[in-house]
């Protein structure tokens, strides 16, 4: 079983970045073809997929942040991330990461459906001010 930590949230005012990073107990992709992904929820909404990764380096992007934000992955330091530029204050959200322990087609990708994901971290919180 794989634990996940989530570290680098916090308050920036918009306009500003923000770096997350996932750790992960052991290897983050728990065999080939595999993928991780970033949540969030923000409050009184339902939790939605922002970003995800295969462990073969495809990626993909929520619309919301498209051009923003930027998923990647350290194998060797077992260390997801996301790179948030430009943040607006509807990014304002608890932020998760997730990962899959099975093979991950893309349209597992496509859709970061939560229910699609076996592992999760806690949360990282990132408020956004105007």
């Known amino acids: 079983q794989v634990q996940l930590q989530e570290s680098g949230g916090g308050s920036v005012q918009a306009g500003g970045s923000l770096s997350l990073s996932c750790k992960g107990s052991?290897?983050?992709?728990?065999?080939?073809?595999?993928?991780m992904a970033w949540f969030r929820q923000a409050p009184g909404k339902e939790r939605e997929g922002v970003a995800a990764?295969?462990?073969?380096?495809?990626?993909d992007y929520a619309e919301s942040a498209n051009r923003r934000f930027t998923i990647s992955q350290d194998n060797a330091k077992n260390t997801l991330y996301l790179q948030m530029n430009s943040l607006k204050p509807e990014d304002t959200a608890m932020y998760y990461c997730?990962?899959?322990?099975?093979?991950?087609?893309?349209?597992?990708?496509?859709?970061?459906?939560?229910?699609?994901?076996?592992?999760w971290g806690q949360g990282t919180q990132v408020t956004v001010s105007s």
């Open positions: 990764i295969r462990s073969d380096g495809i990626t």
């Open positions: 997730a990962a899959k322990s099975r093979f991950c087609a893309i349209r597992t990708l496509q859709t970061m459906n939560e229910g699609d994901f076996d592992y």
């Open positions: 052991h290897s983050l992709y728990i065999h080939a073809s595999t993928c």
